[in-house]
């Protein structure tokens, strides 16, 4: 008989037991759920138009450069600064690989403007007589990064189209003057834009 009640009150502690654990699984999983639905945080709105400053062809050189987003993923923009030898510009399109579905921090675009592509400069060697600046179209591509506090950084690898105009330059200048010029086929440019207008409206995502 008192094995008969101690079989009874195992298997009635193996009860309570299973059913505190099925409790805690519900509770784990609406816990998870809860969890997943908070994870929800509002979309950085868009820049529309912004004011930067960095180095590169697409800021003069060194200097500043406005960039306006009249469709949400194309942009127009101008640059102006100092180019190691003048004042410098540059002014063209950029286009950016945005979606309005999903968020990304990080997001590359294509760029293609013109102003200056080359310049050259003797100052260290006395000859300031032949500094020359050149001009064309240049095309690059990179990549923005928004920040939290709503400031944007750019990267970009810039090919600049150099006509025959600088080759034959050039050759003047090793045939006539015996100076030797080397030329990077690429520019880098480095800026963080400060966002002056942004779009009006919060979208959420799911992370």
């Known amino acids: 008989m008192s094995k008969l009640v101690i079989i009874y009150f195992i298997i009635l502690g193996l009860n309570n037991s299973s059913f505190s654990f099925s409790q805690l699984l519900n509770q784990d999983n609406s816990t998870s759920e809860t969890e997943e ?5 509002p979309e950085i709105m868009r820049d529309i138009i912004t004011l930067g400053i960095g180095f ?7 200097g500043g450069a406005i960039l306006a987003y009249p469709q949400r ?3 127009l923009f101008f640059g102006a600064g100092y180019n190691f030898l003048k004042f410098g510009y540059n002014g063209g399109v950029k286009i950016r690989f945005t979606s309005k579905q999903s968020y990304r921090r990080a997001y590359p675009f294509i760029s293609a403007m013109y102003g200056y592509t080359t310049t050259l400069n003797f100052n260290r060697l006395d000859k300031p007589e032949l500094n020359k600046e050149f001009l064309g ?3 690059g591509i990179g990549f923005d990064y928004q920040s939290i506090d709503g400031g944007v950084f ?3 690898v810039y090919i600049p ?3 025959q105009d600088i080759d034959n330059y050039r050759d003047e200048l090793k045939t006539e003057h015996n100076i030797e010029t080397r030329l990077l086929p690429f ?3 480095i800026g963080y834009r400060f966002i002056l207008f942004k779009e009006d409206k919060l979208k959420k995502y799911k992370m």
């Open 187 to 189: 520019t880098l440019s």
């Open 154 to 156: 750019s990267l970009c």
């Open 137 to 139: 179209f240049t095309g």
């Open 161 to 163: 189209f150099r006509g």
């Open 37 to 41: 639905k908070s994870v929800l945080a």
């Open 56 to 62: 590169g062809q697409d800021f003069g050189g060194i």
């Open 73 to 75: 993923n194309i942009g």
